[in-house]
């Protein structure tokens, strides 16, 4: 069976800091990849898709960067966090349209 | 622009109630209709999903009615339990780019 796996599940870093959340997925191959933001009760902002390794494209300007180094891992950076980075960011995976999610990852920048 | 719009924002009902929860889109070329339902701290979860050549599916105590002529579907809830207190969000999907846009999300509040 797939199973997706997103940590660290709480974070918190200073401003000015770099981040680097993982998500990775099992059980599944070539699959479509999502990282979403979800601000303190808010709807989910998709920040970036990728349909295969390298490729990434990203849906809003913003401080951070997404990379896909292997089939199913996913990666979410920043080289230096700003306040306005705290949220819930969640992972996601689809194939055939269905979308999994993550557990996510509480990041809090202070 | 929001692709689905949700209604409504947050919803109070009480144990034993029918909760309703509406969206509605513009684009005809969605082809998948999922709804969501999130625990705090938690991802969402797929709850049920129906496609528009389906006007009604029910999963337990869960419906999904869709109404293709109007672009609307909703989710009903009958007998409301405390645990189905959540936030639910609609969904439409393009298949054929994969991608899947999200109504803003109602926090459903069951009291007991």
């Known amino acids: 069976s797939q199973t997706i796996h997103q940590w660290p599940a709480t974070l918190v870093q200073p401003v000015g800091s770099p981040l680097s959340l993982e998500c990775t997925v099992e059980g599944t191959s070539n699959p479509n990849l999502y990282w979403y933001r979800q601000a303190a009760g808010r709807g989910l902002q998709l920040l970036f898709y990728s349909v295969g390794i390298g490729q990434i494209s990203s849906e809003v300007p913003q401080n951070l960067s997404a990379s896909r180094p292997q089939d199913r891992q996913f990666i979410l950076s920043s080289k230096k966090l700003l306040l306005s980075d705290s949220g819930f960011y969640l992972c996601?995976?689809?194939?055939?349209?269905?979308?999994?999610f993550g557990s996510g990852t509480r990041l809090t920048v202070v | 622009q929001q692709q689905v719009k949700q209604s409504p924002q947050s919803l109070i009902v009480q144990k034993g109630g029918i909760s309703i929860i509406n969206c509605a889109y513009e684009?005809?070329?969605?082809?998948?209709f999922p709804w969501y339902q999130q625990f705090p701290g938690k991802g969402p979860a797929l709850l049920i999903a129906i496609r528009p050549d389906v006007s009604e599916k029910k999963e337990g105590r869960f419906t999904i009615s869709f109404n293709k002529s109007a672009k609307q579907f909703s989710l009903h809830i009958m007998d409301s339990q405390p645990g189905d207190s959540a936030t639910y969000f609609c969904?439409?999907?393009?298949?054929?780019?994969?991608?899947?846009?999200f109504g803003r999300g109602t926090q459903l509040t069951v009291w007991p």
């Open positions: 684009n005809t070329a969605f082809d998948y």
């Open positions: 969904a439409a999907l393009f298949s054929t780019l994969g991608r899947l846009y």
């Open positions: 996601a995976w689809s194939l055939l349209g269905g979308y999994t």
